[in-house]
Nanobody, 119 residues
């Protein structure tokens, strides 16, 4: 089992910043990719940003405003969100995929953290 614990969500005014964190723990042999996705009410879950072996990929709507980073020693991924807009309001979910100690593939999601941007 792998556990993902997210933190850092909250309420912010448009133009403000927030930093999300997600720490992975448990039966982790390796983590191949970590990332953030979000889901707004009545919308499908969408990619925000992922990072794998130092390579990053961003959703079009957040490019230039959000930055994903990872601390491999802490099995933690961060999402720095700047210039936030009301349309960034959503539940943000952390995702991690890799191999557990049994060398079995895993793909886990965090419980989600609410980000609300007021206009």
């Amino acid at each position: 089992q792998v556990q993902l614990v997210e933190s850092g969500g909250g309420l912010v005014h448009a133009g403000g910043s927030l930093r999300l964190s997600c720490a992975a723990s448990g039966s982790i042999f390796s983590i191949h990719v970590m990332g953030w996705y979000r889901q707004a009410p009545l919308k499908q879950r969408e990619l925000v940003a992922v990072i794998s072996d130092g390579t990053t990929n961003y959703g079009d709507s957040v490019k230039g405003r959000f930055t994903i980073s990872r601390d491999n020693a802490k099995n933690t991924v961060y999402l720095q969100m700047n210039s936030l807009k009301p349309e960034d309001t959503a539940v943000y979910y952390c995702n991690a995929a890799g191999l557990d100690y049994g060398l079995e593939q895993y793909d886990y999601w965090g419980q989600g953290t609410q980000v609300t941007v007021s206009s």
